[in-house]
């Protein structure tokens, strides 16, 4: 298993996001000490990453290579697509495509667009897709207009992240393969911390998990961008993860266990249900 530690998870939700609307750029904290362990799976691993890479410039996609991303998750999820576009970047230019619920589909769908603009530090014998793009599921009742901007609305910092976490992070995670020559990959989880702290001041949420997105189609989980007549080397296959929030005590026993009791308890139940509160802790169930 992965856990990235507060060296990383803190500069990452202080220094890596800019909001997508107008929010303000904190500073950076340095990392702990650079670990030399790769990522895996399995439990009881934490790797802490050192020093983030310097970025030079900004990696874009192209204007095919985001209408086949946007036409891809719209394949399977439906609706309409709103685009919240990313003001400043450093490495990759991260938006965030929208789709709010529709009467057959009861959730909102977010998704990355713009980390696959470069691939991912994958082992030597790695055979699958090195670029990646990131999924999330908010239920419907979810106040995607307050991710506007704070002053024009008047509400505090506080008030507004109780909203706008989920996106934070979800762009936050997009950055880190860049940033510290890595890779994510399922059952790979990113605390807001070490000792992690909740994500916001309204929720118990402290940690960011990555699994497959079965649970909202089994054909998102890739595309090949680039059609057959066009050589091999230029196509670029990319995969779709979904991010799911856990509690304190799931991440424990993910520690303890692995990544796989958490993952078929949240496969188990309505995926619009992962961000609610009131989702069964699938972390009380197995205490040692």
């Not at 939700?13 to 500073?27: E, G, I, T, V």
């Not at 450093?90 to 009861?106: M, N, Q, W, Y």
């Not at 506007?148 to 880190?176: M, T």
């Not at 303890?256 to 139940?269: A, F, H, K, N, S």
Request: proline share 8%; net charge positive.
């Amino acid at each position: 298993m992965v856990r990235k530690g507060m060296s990383m998870a803190k500069s990452m939700s202080k220094a890596r996001s800019k909001s997508l609307s107008k929010a303000k750029a904190k500073p950076k904290l340095k990392p702990k000490a650079k670990s030399k362990t790769k990522p895996s799976s399995r439990r009881g691993q934490i790797i802490r990453h050192g020093e983030p890479k310097e970025l030079l410039g900004v990696s874009y996609l192209t204007v095919k290579e985001m209408d086949a991303i946007q036409d891809h998750v719209r394949r399977y999820v439906g609706g309409e697509c709103s685009v919240l576009h990313e003001i400043m970047s450093e490495g990759l230019h991260i938006d965030v495509l929208s789709f709010p619920p529709t009467a057959k589909r009861k959730y909102h769908v977010l998704c990355t667009m713009g980390m696959s603009a470069e691939p991912m530090t994958m082992p030597a014998r790695w055979r699958g897709p090195r670029r990646m793009e990131l999924l999330m599921i908010l239920p419907p009742e979810w106040r995607i207009d307050r991710f506007g901007d704070g002053k024009r609305r008047r509400e505090s910092e506080e008030k507004q992240e109780r909203w706008y976490w989920p996106v934070r992070w979800l762009k936050n995670l997009a950055h880190i393969p860049q940033m510290y020559e890595t890779m994510l990959w399922w059952g790979h989880t990113v605390p807001n911390g070490d000792p992690p702290e909740p994500f916001a001041d309204n929720t118990r949420f402290c940690c960011a998990a990555l699994l497959f997105p079965q649970a909202l189609s089994e054909g998102i989980a890739s595309v090949v961008i680039g059609g057959k007549s066009q050589p091999r080397k230029s196509r670029k296959e990319v995969a779709f993860l979904a991010v799911a929030p856990l509690f304190p005590e799931e991440v424990e026993r993910k520690l303890r266990e692995g990544m796989e009791p958490i993952d078929e308890g949240l496969q188990g139940i309505p995926i619009e249900s992962w961000f609610r509160e009131s989702r069964p802790n699938f972390g009380l169930s197995a205490k040692a």
